[in-house]
């Protein structure tokens, strides 16, 4: 039919990728050839078309496909040991034994078993913490009471003993090249450069060791009483009961000067009392003892410093009044 259109011949090659030898010894290249279309504008497509049914693949051949799972393998098991590594899981055990000690958590217990128990539940009797035994109070300490040391005992039955320097709260110790004891208001010191003096032996300052850093506001203008003795040397008057008991228990020997005026003062028990700060004591007044020989008595001064006591909240003392001529 002379109207029918003529159909394009094509050629395909041998879709046989194996390489034959011909009769003359040489190699066939049998390589599959693209399609193509004798008349190019015919309205096929090319071998580079859109069509993915007609594009060119690209084998992988063993040996690259065995490099590639190698290498992903590799990376795999280089994640794994970092993962192990950041856990603790590699480390070696000398790292781990240097390594500080790390506490539980705040939300459980660790118990010997490796099991935890939770804030709040009652521990193992086996993991309770045995009852802390109360630290006994200077003085109460288990044993036999300090005695007064041998050198010390004609000084202290002929200053006052246990009425005025109390009970002894130490042994005898050795502080800077001196032999020293502690009682509950005072401290005995020996000073070997005195030996053979009447100050071979003495009191030490524990007023002035106990208010150190305080200031007491001293008299400016004062002419002396029968019942009230002004000192120049500190600026500071004792009168009352107070002058009575420093009069009546060794006076400069045994409490020195006074570095205050009488003033309240809270003690560490709670409560104010009127008392008045000496070199080497503290004098309190006690009314509830009104009447008594324990009226007037010396403050614990040697506990206090001995056991680091919190320093008691003063009053600040107002001088006492100027008295007319």
Same mark, same amino acid.
């Given at each position: 039919?002379?109207?029918?259109?003529?159909?394009?011949?094509?050629?395909? &090659?041998?879709?046989?990728?194996?390489?034959?030898?011909?009769? @003359?010894?040489?190699?066939?290249?049998?390589?599959?050839?693209?399609?193509?279309?004798?008349?190019?504008?015919?309205?096929?497509?090319?071998?580079?078309?859109? @069509?993915?049914?007609?594009?060119?693949?690209?084998?992988?051949?063993?040996?690259? /496909?065995?490099?590639?799972?190698?290498?992903?393998?590799?990376?795999?098991?280089?994640?794994?040991?970092?993962?192990?590594?950041?856990?603790?899981?590699?480390?070696?055990?000398? $790292?781990?034994?240097?390594?500080?000690?790390?506490?539980?958590?705040?939300?459980?217990?660790?118990?010997?078993?490796?099991? =935890?128990?939770?804030?709040?539940?009652?521990?193992?009797?086996? /993991?309770?913490?045995?009852?802390?035994?109360?630290?006994?109070?200077?003085?109460?300490?288990?044993?036999?009471?300090?005695?007064?040391?041998?050198?010390?005992?004609?000084?202290?039955?002929?200053?006052? &003993?246990?009425?005025?320097?109390?009970?002894?709260?130490?042994?005898?110790?050795?502080?800077?090249?001196?032999?020293? =004891?502690?009682?509950?208001? %005072?401290?005995?010191?020996?000073?070997?450069?005195?030996?053979?003096?009447?100050?071979?032996? =003495?009191?030490?300052?524990?007023?002035?060791?106990?208010?150190?850093?305080? $200031?007491? +506001?001293?008299? $400016?203008?004062?002419?002396? =009483?029968?019942? /009230?003795?002004?000192? +120049?040397?500190?600026?500071? %008057?004792?009168?009352?009961?107070?002058?009575?008991?420093?009069?009546?228990?060794?006076?400069?020997?045994?409490?020195?000067?006074?570095?205050?005026?009488?003033?309240?003062?809270?003690?560490?028990?709670?409560?104010?009392?009127?008392?008045?700060?000496?070199?080497?004591?503290?004098?309190?007044?006690?009314?509830?003892?009104?009447?008594?020989?324990?009226?007037?008595?010396?403050?614990?001064?040697?506990?206090?410093?001995?056991?680091?006591?919190?320093?008691?909240?003063?009053?600040?003392?107002?001088?006492? +009044?100027?008295? /007319?001529?």
């Amino acid at each position: 039919m002379s109207g029918s259109k003529q159909r394009p011949d094509y050629r395909v &090659g041998n879709r046989n990728p194996i390489t034959r030898t011909g009769g @003359n010894g040489r190699s066939i290249d049998d390589t599959p050839l693209p399609l193509e279309s004798d008349s190019p504008g015919d309205g096929s497509e090319s071998p580079t078309g859109a @069509n993915p049914a007609r594009r060119t693949r690209l084998p992988i051949s063993g040996p690259l /496909l065995g490099w590639v799972l190698a290498l992903v393998g590799a990376l795999g098991l280089l994640a794994l040991m970092v993962v192990l590594w950041a856990t603790g899981g590699l480390r070696p055990a000398q $790292q781990e034994a240097a390594a500080p000690a790390r506490g539980p958590l705040l939300s459980t217990v660790p118990t010997e078993e490796g099991s =935890q128990v939770l804030l709040g539940e009652a521990l193992p009797a086996d /993991l309770q913490a045995a009852p802390t035994a109360e630290i006994p109070a200077v003085g109460e300490a288990p044993g036999p009471p300090p005695a007064v040391a041998p050198g010390f005992q004609a000084y202290y039955d002929t200053h006052g &003993g246990l009425r005025v320097l109390g009970r002894p709260i130490s042994a005898l110790m050795t502080v800077s090249g001196r032999e020293i =004891q502690w009682f509950e208001r %005072a401290r005995i010191e020996r000073w070997p450069e005195f030996a053979g003096t009447s100050y071979e032996i =003495q009191l030490a300052r524990l007023g002035v060791e106990y208010t150190s850093g305080r $200031q007491f +506001a001293p008299q $400016q203008f004062f002419a002396s =009483q029968p019942d /009230l003795r002004f000192f +120049a040397e500190t600026g500071h %008057a004792v009168g009352g009961a107070f002058l009575a008991f420093w009069t009546q228990n060794g006076g400069l020997d045994v409490f020195g000067l006074p570095i205050s005026e009488a003033f309240d003062e809270v003690l560490p028990d709670g409560n104010a009392y009127r008392v008045q700060y000496f070199e080497r004591a503290r004098m309190e007044l006690h009314p509830e003892a009104a009447g008594t020989p324990y009226e007037v008595q010396a403050g614990l001064l040697g506990t206090a410093l001995y056991q680091n006591e919190r320093r008691p909240d003063t009053i600040q003392p107002v001088p006492t +009044a100027v008295p /007319l001529p």
